[in-house]
């Protein structure tokens, strides 16, 4: 037996569930502002990201923007606001228009942004109108994956209503911890997720929930992302256990247990 010199880790392990997740923690809702029928729907798993058609009404088109204003009206040139910072940025994101002709203003619907918006809608084959009507895109934060379609093909479209839900495309296992157990992890934690089929991948505790659940025996989220999320493939819901290194100690003396003698005193 041999007294090695070296690090020494204290883990903590749980199962968690592997699943897609949004900034906030709720599903994002797309809310309709066009009107006519449903002539085209996505599905459950379809995966969108900005410039892309989401659906189509009465086969005209909605695209897809990254943005966090939501469409409240139709926008013309000399408009301004923050709801106008959206498709600019966009525009100049998708490549229709320069960042040194907009962005003296972000927020103004100049000359500038009417002719890339009418190359815009070249593009998608409706009217160069040159102003963005207000059921022609709809703004999320990023690149989304559809969860639910509460709309129906065929029927009408009526402006104003939720008709999918979708979450991000970034997955993170959630974990939920014993409350008296918070105090031994911490956020950049680092985590050792093992998937279903046997495989093992590195994460790192992301998030520390701060309300309990489960009455006498209370339990806490806890957060883990994925530091190579393509190790997942395309797992949602999976179950998954994790390994969480709560302690390091370095330069440490490791005695093996076999060295430990019983004493006839009992020591």
């Known amino acids: 037996m041999t007294v090695t010199r070296g690090p020494l880790s204290s883990q903590l392990s749980a199962d968690g569930t592997l699943e897609y997740t949004t900034s906030g923690g709720s599903d994002y809702s797309a809310v309709n502002q066009a009107s006519r029928t449903f002539s085209k729907l996505p599905a459950a798993g379809d995966v969108f990201a900005r410039g892309q058609v989401i659906y189509r009404v009465s086969n005209d088109p909605v695209v897809l923007l990254y943005g966090n204003t939501p469409v409240y009206r139709s926008l013309y040139a000399g408009d301004s606001g923050p709801d106008v910072r959206e498709p600019n940025r966009n525009l100049v994101a998708l490549g229709y228009a320069t960042r040194h002709e907009v962005d003296w203003d972000w927020d103004y619907f100049s000359e500038e942004t009417r002719y890339a918006l009418e190359t815009f809608q070249d593009k998608f084959g409706v009217d ?27 029927t009408n479209a009526g402006a104003g209503a939720a008709i999918l839900q979708a979450t991000s495309t970034d997955r993170q296992v959630v974990v939920s911890l014993n409350a008296a157990e918070q ?11 093992t ?28 957060y883990i992302a994925l530091r190579h999320p393509r190790a997942a493939g395309t797992l949602d819901q999976a179950p998954v256990t994790v390994q969480i290194t709560t302690v390091t100690v370095r330069n440490t003396l490791i005695v093996p247990i076999d060295a430990l003698l019983a004493l006839s005193d009992g020591g």
Do not use: K
Request: aromatic share 4%.
């Open 128 to 154: 160069e109108t040159g102003y963005l009507a207000e059921g022609q895109v709809v703004f999320l934060p990023g690149r989304i994956r559809i969860t639910t379609v509460t709309a129906t093909l065929g």
């Open 183 to 193: 105090s031994e992890v911490e956020v950049v934690d680092q985590v050792r997720i």
């Open 195 to 222: 998937l279903p089929d046997g495989t093992a991948t590195p994460g790192v505790l992301s998030g520390i929930g701060t309300v309990a659940s489960g009455g006498s025996n209370p339990m806490l989220p806890v």
